[in-house]
């Protein structure tokens, strides 16, 4: 009532709705609670246009804008190829990365490196989802953006990442010097709360690249991992099917693996296989 309670409906438009939803954030509501309110005001609006006392529901406008929005950038996306050195690191830059990274964030960065969670993932992760007895991660929930903790961020995120011994002997040190926390964070800021992404990237990515940081998001490290799985074993790569890479990334239909990643699969045409397969049948 005391913020748009004498707002007409004629005037209540998505703009309005969106003033109204960063007024209740900026005064100190929580996200959980903002989400409440203003679904509690779209069901309101529902019922107001089955009355016929509301033309539209803005509320409903708003959030399909959202929506388009997101779908945009998927496809965005989806259309652009992740390119070695330009997205996604490489080999020489992430070992420059490994040997830059200094303190709480040199175990952080290598186990992104090594294991390709999300950033989200890797603020939620506790140490009782890392079995140090098969080398794998569990990923059971995440922090989203207000640090919140939370699901995975769909099905197919709830999953298990194994990982090689250099990632277990990184966490295990990790793990005796880790702050407390209440949430058994394995990743936890200094007073044991979830670490913030950009406390992540701007003390520790960007600082581990030196004096000229090419990239400022810690998908990079991501892009990396998937990279690394696909590419051949001669090439220094896991030569993974892409069902498995699909699993590794937690990626929610192989449609989304080959949209990000296709091109990075050998070719049963490249000149290499071609030239083994002429030696064998001719041989």
């Known amino acids: 009532m005391p913020f748009i309670g004498r707002v007409k409906l004629s005037e209540l438009s998505a703009q309005a709705v969106r ?9 100190g509501r929580s996200p959980a609670m903002v989400r409440k309110i203003i679904g509690s005001l779209g069901s309101l609006l529902a019922d107001a246009q089955e009355q016929g006392l509301a033309a539209y529901n803005a509320v409903r406008d708003l959030r399909r ?15 652009g190829k992740f390119k070695v050195g ?5 080999p020489s830059e992430i070992k420059a990365i490994i040997a830059n990274a200094k303190g709480r964030w040199r175990p952080l960065l290598i186990t992104a490196i090594f294991t390709g969670l ?6 939620g992760l506790r140490w009782r989802d890392v079995d140090f007895k098969t080398n794998e991660l569990h990923v ?5 953006r ?8 769909s099905a197919a995120g709830e999953r298990v990442v194994p990982f090689g011994k250099f990632v277990a002997n990184t966490l295990k040190e990790w793990k005796l010097e880790c702050p407390t926390s209440e949430g058994d964070l394995a990743f936890p ?21 030196g004096t000229k940081a090419k990239y400022t998001g810690l998908h990079a490290l991501r892009h990396f991992y998937a990279s690394w799985c696909i590419n051949r074993t001669e090439d220094g790569g ?37 030239d083994a397969a002429e030696q064998a049948l001719l041989a």
């Open 189 to 209: 800021n200094g007073i044991g709360k979830v670490e913030s992404l950009a406390n992540i990237i701007n003390r520790g990515l960007i600082p581990a690249q």
């Open 118 to 123: 999300r950033a989200s993932e890797l603020r």
């Open 238 to 274: 896991l030569g993974l099917p892409p069902k498995v890479v699909q699993e590794r990334l937690g990626h929610s239909s192989i449609t989304m693996t080959y949209d990000r990643y296709g091109h990075l699969f050998p070719r049963g045409d490249d000149a290499k296989e071609l």
């Open 146 to 153: 207000f640090n919140e903790i939370g699901k995975p961020k």
């Open 65 to 79: 804008n959202r929506r388009r929005g997101k779908e945009r950038n998927a496809e965005k996306r989806q259309r």
């Open 19 to 27: 003033k109204f939803e960063d007024r209740l954030r900026a005064e």
């Open 86 to 90: 330009v997205d996604i690191p490489t």
């Open 140 to 144: 059971r929930q995440r922090a989203d």
